[in-house]
């Protein structure tokens, strides 16, 4: 099956076809927390979960279209009551990775749990760190969560120091204007404990469903010290050039890099909604996995409206959709002679 599927990949190179390699799977909407920068839990679903049955299709049709690993989020996907199934599952493929992003924010028994779940199938994991105290707690609009969080990965860190092959952790970091002053320090402390990390910029646009004035970063020297701060740890996973883009792109003056038109089959990324709908970086869904084979999504008239769409639009500078996230993003020459071209921040 691995074979096949890396066969996919080379067919799909040729025909610059979309391959899936880089999906993430909300398992659902609901989560522990109203995050300021996250509109998910806002959204309506007539499917709390993802169902089994849906999950299953889903994780066939990837597996078949050459998808190397997968990340399974929400929401908070701790809360869906069979993960341990769903996760069960996905390891059966022998993807690459199985990944479980969480917010380790939730009731010790759900956070234990998950964190058993993690360690029985040798899951990657990573968790969300948006700083300290009461600025965190206003950021993500919940109560102790520095505190909930730094215990919950403490036990992860723990865990790992029995085992003889540790599972790979990490942290994502989003730079606000209301945490930019604690990015040292938070840096500092993801270091002791010894994860890697990814840092993004709080991003915006006009067509944004809930805006954050206060979240909005401005460029000032609290910006150049947060990001060289960033860019001088070895615990960084993302490569330096897109923090060294920043100042460009809050001025409006950056060189627009898409992986869905440089780099479509190694650097596209999509996210599986909880009834299967497939969504990209804007707009409405272009497909439904669960209905539609990879095939039918990608030789439909949405995709292909949603494309001209994407090249239409001004574009980002952050990891989920900016090449370079992942290390499959760097083999698409076109993209890697343009990502010489970024000029120092």
Not at 112 to 137: A, P, Y
Not at 173 to 191: A, F, M, W
Not at 206 to 228: F, I, P, Q
Request: charge should be positive.
């Amino acid at each position: 099956m691995i074979k096949k599927r890396n066969i996919q990949i080379v067919k799909n190179l040729i025909t610059r076809t979309p391959s899936f390699i880089m999906n993430n799977i909300l398992l659902t909407y609901n989560c522990t927390q109203r995050c300021l920068q996250c509109n998910i839990p806002f959204m309506k679903s007539e499917v709390p979960f993802m169902e089994e049955n849906v999950f299953r299709l889903v994780i066939d049709r990837l597996d078949a279209t050459g998808a190397q690993g997968i990340t399974l989020s929400g929401g908070e996907p701790m809360l869906h009551p069979q993960l341990d199934e769903l996760v069960r599952y996905a390891k059966t493929k022998q993807f690459k990775r199985v990944h479980l992003l969480s917010s380790l924010y939730g009731p010790d028994d759900l956070v234990d749990k998950t964190i058993e779940t993690v360690f029985r199938h040798n899951l990657s994991i990573s968790c969300s760190f948006d700083g300290f105290g009461d600025t965190v707690d206003e950021i993500r609009q919940a109560k102790n969560v520095s505190d909930t969080v730094m215990k919950n990965m403490q036990k992860i860190v723990s865990e790992n120091k029995k085992r003889a092959k540790p599972l790979k952790t990490s942290v994502n970091i989003v730079i606000s204007q209301k945490n930019l002053h604690q990015i040292p320090d938070i840096i500092d402390y993801i270091e002791s404990i010894g994860w890697s990390f990814n840092i993004d910029i709080y991003r915006f646009t006009s067509k944004a469903h809930r805006e954050n004035e206060g979240m909005k970063v401005t460029e000032d020297d609290s910006l150049r010290n947060a990001v060289n701060r960033i860019m001088s740890s070895p615990y960084l996973k993302t490569p330096l050039w897109l923090y060294k883009g920043y100042g460009a792109y809050l001025n409006n003056n950056f060189k627009k890099i898409c992986p869905y038109i440089n780099s479509p089959t190694l650097g596209s990324k999509f996210f599986i909604h909880p009834n299967g709908d497939v969504k990209v970086c804007i707009g409405e869904p272009i497909g439904n996995l669960a209905k539609q084979t990879p095939h039918e999504i990608f030789n439909s008239n949405l995709w292909k409206e949603r494309l001209l769409e994407i090249k239409e639009c001004e574009g980002c500078w952050n990891t989920c959709y900016t090449p370079g996230a992942s290390i499959w993003k760097y083999f698409d020459f076109d993209t890697m002679r343009q990502m010489t071209r970024i000029k120092p921040y």
